[in-house]
């Protein structure tokens, strides 16, 4: 598969986590809508009510959609703004994980837990306790799951330091290092952190961390973590300016070394995906605005092949503001 793969014509969905459960890809987007909250920086304008699943047997093939498998209003706890989600699987059951706003608007990271792949999931009654931001990823390795979260401006990620609430927002000098994605490892049930969140640090060449004002490369939102050959590949948005990039580390909590760009800048302001090896291919599941002719809260998910070098690197793959400058007006 060479040429990207828009999959869901007929809606907007944004965000894809993708996972082989059963042998078939199972997709877990966010559910874009027209809400007409109007745009702003803390990414109002993404208020998103539910989750669809959806399913591929083959990469090729029909994509089928499980239908709404949570709602915010079946959240006991919830707010608003269901962002992006992720599902990971242990001992017969599945578990979802997403970001919502309590109701005093501040970010948490709920679960919900289903039988099947393809839910209904039902929500825990409460979110996970000391938990906050966005963009939750869980990642199986030899010692049990980790999850790897945060977003600065929307994603509420710069109201903390040491996983305290600051109750208002402090962002590091241009010249100190950048605020970091985190990592923590989940408890036995997959309902809680076993530990601490720690700081998932990325490192340049010369072992220094990236620093705040390198906007080209610290994290920004949107975790993702693939093993490829034995090694820790961290991967993320760098938000304002739209590249999806990643870092490879020796084990899952890092530091991790800076390597480059997977995506260049799509149509539409976010940029966000997942990385996932189905049939012995390598795949990117992203979204872009195309679309919605450039409507940032509109987005639409699509697929292509991701391909390594010899020495493990990704290619960069082009995205659609390159490719299609003329497409949207403006853009
Ligand atoms: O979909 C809402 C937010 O936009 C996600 O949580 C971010 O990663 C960005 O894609």
């Keep these: 598969m060479k040429e990207p793969r828009y999959l869901v014509p ?10 082989v459960f059963e042998g078939k890809l199972y997709i877990y987007p966010s559910h874009d809508w027209e809400s007409g909250v109007p745009e702003n920086d803390n990414g109002d304008h993404f208020d998103m009510k539910d989750y669809h699943v959806f399913s591929m047997e083959d990469i090729h093939g029909e994509v089928t959609d499980h239908g709404k498998v949570l709602e915010v209003k079946d959240i006991p706890w919830g707010g608003r703004q269901l962002w992006d989600s ?70 509420q990620l710069q109201c903390y330091r040491d996983n305290k609430y600051l109750g208002k927002e402090s962002f590091p000098s241009d010249s100190e290092p950048a605020i970091c994605a985190k990592v923590v490892k989940m408890t036995d049930d997959m309902l809680d952190f076993a530990e601490e969140p720690k ?11 990236l620093l705040q004002g390198d906007t080209d490369r610290r994290f920004f939102e949107a975790s993702w973590m693939h093993k ?18 990643y870092a ?25 995906h997942s990385i996932v090896e189905f049939k012995g291919k390598w795949y990117l599941f992203h979204h ?44």
């Design 248 to 272: 490879i580390g020796d084990n899952p909590y890092g530091p991790f070394v800076y390597q480059g760009v997977i995506l260049t800048p799509v149509i539409g302001w976010t940029t966000h």
């Design 228 to 245: 490829f050959n034995g090694k820790y590949y961290f991967s993320y948005s760098t938000g304002d300016t739209h590249r999806v990039c």
């Design 10 to 19: 007929n809606d907007y969905m944004a965000d894809p986590s993708a996972h």
């Design 86 to 155: 992720d599902v990971a699987f242990k001992n017969g059951k599945y578990y979802m994980y997403f970001p919502l706003k309590d109701k005093d608007d501040v970010f948490r990271l709920g679960v919900a837990i289903s039988d099947k792949p393809y839910g209904p999931f039902k929500a825990e009654l409460q979110p996970i306790k000391g938990s906050y931001s966005i963009d939750p990823c869980l990642f199986e390795d030899d010692g049990g799951h980790y999850m790897y979260f945060g977003g600065i401006w929307g994603g």
């Design 199 to 209: 700081d998932l640090v990325i490192v340049d060449q010369n072992g220094n961390p």
């Design 288 to 331: 872009d605005s195309v679309p919605s002719g450039g409507k940032t809260w509109l987005r639409s998910m699509k697929v292509i092949e991701l391909e390594y070098d010899g020495d493990g690197s990704i290619k960069t793959i082009i995205g659609t503001r390159e490719l299609d400058h003329a497409l949207v007006e403006g853009e």
